[in-house]
């Protein structure tokens, strides 16, 4: 490891996370911040929940970044009556020539490298929770037998924040397998119009690879290696103390509105993603800005409101948004 | 760092000394120049900003608050702090990245400014510093007087709680109380602290407050002085009734009706005479005899026994234990506040037990005359003569308690002036020129009532007059009066009726009279200056041919409070009964008064109903039964 030559690697990380947003830009205006978001995912090794209303280019953003990797990509129209083998395949009984019959695995839409999740809260518990495996082990169970899948293995979901009926709120711990989630933001009216003309007129751009799979791998080796100094970690601990209502520093917000506080997973995200944002801006440590950065997507769906606080229209933003005022990045 | 920080330790402890500094000139300014505590005071002014700035200084500078300032201050993102703690790892566990960081950080260590991470700035109790060291130099430059030459404290001017002719009207009207009739010890000492306080409000020396409670306990201790009045008049009734049984006595009995007191005299001094006649005739000696006999019998009936006060026992007690039980300050005020009303109480029973006596003495000389009256006709007139003196004395007291009833309502008008004396109301010329005629027709009516010269009409006379007259509805002819007349050149007053208005309702025209813009009804207008005009009113329903008298009994079988209040309302507030009745209910109404029940606006209202309903001076009228 000691052989690595940091400053290139990092140089050469920076060149690559340029030429995918570039491509991604192609097919995307603006979003500068999600497309940041899913790359650091991407790179951190974490699965993201983009919420958003309809037509903000959720799913054209995951195509785009499929394309622009050469990744093979799945999508899964979540609906009420999906069952998980729809999701996770399923066995078959298959005759060869000589009249043997045998079972064979008949591999589902989740054996890709980016899956998207479309609409992942219209479906019943029972069918997300087919992915819990998958998002954590990165592998599926079934009639015993484990099947492993390939890397990277990237869920992206999406979910429609405006409809509530019919729909499935994501289970806390499935929510706390997705490293970031990411609120879709309508465009700027400049964007909007650079939209209109690349989507109305008679061609649409046209995406090419611009990162292979090893390269990506090697990428997210790289995010590892970031140095962190223990005071900024000691940042990102008490970040996360301060979500709980029960610690001290808990700001009056969490006190009154807040049940339960983020978990170790959610220090754990803060930690990853500020290193992929220091490899972004081109530095071998972790500054308490990065972690600063990455907060809210890292931790705003972990955060459990209490009733007082889902009553008094009180989000999870807002508490961070204290919490960050209240928390100094160094003890000094 | 550490000399942002000298600085920082310098304003703290620059406050502190300043404040030292302040009490070392205030002690110099007072004279206390060489003592060991002003010396101690200089000496801490001087070294404490010295040791504060050093104390902050030497302490301890964590190299990590160091670091962290150089990265805010040139932007590097936790580079140097970062690289700082990289190098206080072993090396062999120093990552690639780490020793990167570490480099980047000794790259840049040379551009790196510690004046520009640590700027030095203003201390933050600098402001606080640079006021008081302001007020310091005001403190030097203030002259202090020497001790040498006390001065006088100049009291804070109060505000003034009633207005200048509220003030002057009271002293008028006080001066006039206690020129003109006989006082009570304790009538006279009242008037002397009133008009003490009539001063100390005049210059604005007394507050609300102690005004009030001043007024309030002058106003209790005549209240309780009050029982004098109704046991003289009631002696003196019964004497009037033991006169009336003979013709010959008749007219002094009438005198004593009318509370005459000259006319009383001159009667007594005719029966002596007709004693110390050379040839007396038997039958009018047997005569005065038997008046005489009777008036005696009837006084002995109604000479009070001496009684202790209320509440002089447990005063005694209190009086007793205050060596034991007076620990703090507020028992030493409540036993002191007791201690002076035992004084009063033990004052009220000797006048008590003094007017007994003279009551006493009236009826042995009485008595006396009578035994006299066959035998020693001359004696006889002696005793007479002696007797008119103990009724001249008896009548002193009787106009000398009646004046302490006119004090004390005084003292509740100007109780009711000061409460109403308050910022924001309106006018104050006007509410105090409303007082002054109200406290003006009080005073007249009582001037009226008491007056023992025969100017006031009583209601003997009033029914007299009304017996006589056929026509009380249109009696305009020369020489004759209305249903409510008054002498010439009288001031209008108000008379006792049942159901009557008050005084303003019901004075006269007559010349002389004041100015009464009010309701005229059953008014005359002079003797012989009759308009014809139809009176719209009617009549009182009081008849003016009855003939009142005195219905004997034990205490206790005359009539409920109900049926007192209620002839009182229909027969007129004059019975005994209803004066206890009257009384009690005052002193409950006050009592609520005092412990602030009633709102401000209508305690005035409170009083004046009471004013209005209180028992009138005729005993005539007593028809209650109660003894």
């Given at each position: ?19 995918v947003r570039a491509e991604i830009g192609k097919a995307i205006v603006g979003q500068d911040e999600i497309v940041?978001?899913v ?11 983009l919420?958003g209303v309809p037509g903000l280019g959720k799913t054209a953003l995951v195509r785009a970044l499929a394309a622009a990797?050469?990744?093979?990509f799945?999508r899964?129209q ?38 998207l999740?479309d609409e ?36 992206l979901?999406t979910?429609n924040?405006l ?21 879709v933001e309508f465009p700027s009216r400049a964007q909007l119009h650079s939209i209109l003309d690349r989507t109305t007129g008679p061609s649409s751009p046209e995406l090419h690879c611009v ?122 | ?627």
């Amino acid at each position: 490891m000691n052989d690595l030559n940091p400053k290139a690697a990092v140089e050469r990380f920076q060149a690559q996370v340029a030429a995918v947003r570039a491509e991604i830009g192609k097919a995307i205006v603006g979003q500068d911040e999600i497309v940041d978001g899913v790359l650091i995912c991407l790179l951190a090794g974490g699965h993201a929940l983009l919420e958003g209303v309809p037509g903000l280019g959720k799913t054209a953003l995951v195509r785009a970044l499929a394309a622009a990797l050469d990744l093979k990509f799945s999508r899964i129209q979540f609906t009420p009556d999906l069952m998980p083998a729809d999701i996770l395949g399923t066995t078959l009984i298959r005759e060869d020539e000589s009249g043997k019959k045998s079972f064979e695995f008949q591999r589902g839409p989740i054996f890709a490298h980016v899956l998207l999740a479309d609409e992942i809260n219209r479906t019943t518990p029972k069918t997300q929770s087919a992915l819990l495996e998958a998002m954590q082990e990165h592998s599926v169970t079934l009639s015993k037998i484990t099947y492993p899948l390939e890397e990277p293995f990237l869920v992206l979901a999406t979910q429609n924040p405006l409809e509530m009926e019919g729909t499935y709120p994501l289970p806390e711990a499935q929510l706390d397998r997705f490293l970031f989630k990411l609120r879709v933001e309508f465009p700027s009216r400049a964007q909007l119009h650079s939209i209109l003309d690349r989507t109305t007129g008679p061609s649409s751009p046209e995406l090419h690879c611009v990162l292979r799979r090893e390269e990506l791998l090697a990428m997210r080796k790289l995010v590892r290696e970031v140095a962190v100094a223990k005071h900024v970690q000691d940042y990102a601990v008490r970040l996360l103390e301060a979500t709980h209502k029960d610690r001290e520093g808990a700001p009056e917000l969490v006190r009154r509105y807040v049940r339960f506080g983020g978990s170790p997973r959610g220090a754990q995200a803060c930690l990853v993603a500020a290193k992929t944002r220091a490899l972004f801006a081109g530095r071998f440590h972790v500054a308490p800005e990065d972690i600063r950065q990455v907060v809210k997507p890292a931790l705003r769906h972990r955060i459990i409101l209490s009733f007082e606080g889902e009553a008094e229209a009180i989000t999870t933003d807002q508490i961070l948004d204290q919490i960050l005022a209240n928390v100094a990045p160094s003890p000094a | 760092m550490r000399l942002q920080r000298a600085l920082d330790g310098f304003a703290l402890a620059g406050v502190a000394a300043a404040a030292c500094a302040g009490l070392w000139l205030l002690r110099v300014r007072l004279g206390a120049h060489d003592d060991r505590l002003t010396r101690a005071l200089l000496w801490s002014a001087l070294a404490l900003p010295v040791l504060g700035a050093l104390a902050l200084a030497a302490r301890r500078i964590e190299a990590l608050t160091a670091a962290t300032k150089l990265d805010r201050a040139h932007g590097l993102h936790a580079l140097v702090a970062s690289a700082w703690e990289f190098t206080a790892l072993p090396a062999e566990q120093r990552s690639a990245f780490m020793q990167a960081t570490v480099a980047d950080a000794q790259r840049l260590a040379s551009s790196l400014s510690a004046r520009r991470a640590q700027p030095l700035h203003a201390p933050a109790h600098l402001p606080a510093l640079i006021l008081l060291l302001l007020g310091l130099a005001a403190l030097s430059r203030l002259h202090v007087p020497q001790p040498s030459t006390p001065t006088k404290l100049q009291r804070p001017q109060l505000q003034a709680l009633l207005a200048s002719d509220d003030l002057q009207g009271s002293r008028a009207e006080l001066a006039a109380l206690t020129t003109q009739r006989q006082l009570t010890p304790l009538a006279r000492e009242t008037s002397e602290r009133l008009t003490q306080l009539l001063g100390a409000l005049s210059e604005r020396q007394v507050d609300r407050a102690q005004a009030l409670a001043q007024l309030q306990t002058l106003h209790d201790a005549l209240a309780r002085d009050r029982h004098d009045d109704a046991a003289i008049r009631d002696a003196l009734h019964a004497l009037q009734d033991g006169f009336s049984a003979q013709r010959i006595t008749q007219r002094l009995a009438q005198a004593l009706a009318d509370n005459d007191r000259a006319a009383v005299q001159a009667q007594l001094q005719q029966l002596a005479a007709r004693a110390r006649a050379d040839k007396p005739d038997a039958r009018t000696l047997q005569a005065l005899r038997d008046a005489l006999h009777a008036a005696s019998q009837r006084l002995a009936t109604h000479t009070p026994r001496p009684a202790r006060p209320e509440g002089t026992e447990q005063a005694s007690l209190l009086h007793t234990s205050q060596d034991r039980t007076a620990a703090t300050p507020a028992e030493r005020s409540l036993l002191e506040q007791k201690k002076r009303e035992l004084d009063q109480l033990l004052r009220q029973e000797r006048e008590q037990r003094a007017m007994q006596r003279e009551l006493e003495q009236l009826q042995r000389d009485l008595e006396q005359a009578s035994q006299a009256m066959q035998e020693q006709p001359k004696t006889a007139a002696e005793q007479l003569d002696r007797s008119a003196q103990d009724i001249e004395q008896l009548q002193q007291h009787a106009a000398g308690a009646q004046t302490s009833k006119a004090l004390q309502e005084r003292l509740a008008q100007l109780q009711e002036l000061i409460r109403r004396q308050r910022p924001g109301q309106g006018s104050q010329q006007q509410r105090a020129a409303q007082q002054r005629e109200q406290a003006r027709a009080q005073s007249q009516g009582q001037a009226q009532s008491q007056s023992a010269n025969g100017q006031a009409l009583t209601l003997q006379h009033f029914r007299e007059q009304a017996g006589a007259n056929s026509d009380k509805q249109t009696g305009h002819k020369p020489g004759s009066r209305g249903l409510l007349m008054e002498a010439p050149g009288q001031e209008a007053g108000n008379i006792s009726l049942p159901g009557a208005a008050q005084s303003a309702s019901e004075h006269s025209n007559q010349p002389g009279d004041t100015d009464s813009t009010q309701l005229r009804m059953q008014a005359t207008h002079g003797p012989g200056a009759g308009d014809g005009r139809p009176h719209s009113a009617a009549p009182s329903s009081l008849s003016g041919q009855s003939v009142d008298s005195r219905v004997e009994g034990q205490a206790g079988h005359g009539p409920t409070r109900s049926e007192v209040i209620f002839q009182a309302a229909q027969r007129g507030f004059a019975s005994k009964a209803y004066e206890q009745v009257h009384t009690d209910y005052e002193h409950y109404a006050q009592s609520e008064l005092e412990r602030d029940q009633i709102p401000g606006g209508y305690r005035f209202y409170v009083r004046r109903y009471f004013q209005l309903i209180r028992p009138r001076q005729t005993p005539q009228a007593d028809t209650t039964g109660q003894p």
